[in-house]
């Protein structure tokens, strides 16, 4: 029997860690890509979000980003950043992202 899937609530200001799209079928460690000028659209501020197995996606009021919940894991992403959210004995997100 396969268990629900389910996400966790809106990340309103989501900086780095595991989340999910609602444009990918698996949770990703994201990293919010700072714009030098703040890109609004008709649905509010856009934030642009890139994973550690390189996928991008561009997050709004009608498309947040959202907590892992019982997504499954991007088996690329855990190999670099690990699957634990309190990441302590393994390298930084920001050392994985520059030296990955």
């Known amino acids: 029997m396969r268990r629900p899937v389910l996400s966790g609530p809106p ?3 989501h900086v780095h860690g595991w989340a999910h799209s609602p444009a990918s079928q698996t949770g990703h460690v994201f990293r ?3 714009a ?3 890109k609004i659209s ?3 501020q856009r934030r642009e979000y890139a994973s550690l197995c390189g996928f991008k996606v561009t997050a709004d009021a009608r498309w947040p980003m959202l907590g892992i919940g019982t ?3 991007c088996s690329r992403c855990a190999k670099k950043y690990g699957r634990s959210p309190n990441n302590t ?3 930084t997100f920001l ?3 520059n030296h990955g």
């Open 71 to 73: 997504w499954p894991h």
């Open 89 to 91: 004995e393994r390298t």
């Open 36 to 38: 030098e000028v703040s």
């Open 95 to 97: 050392e994985v992202m």
């Open 42 to 44: 008709a649905r509010g």
């Open 11 to 13: 990340l309103a200001n």
């Open 32 to 34: 919010y890509l700072p």
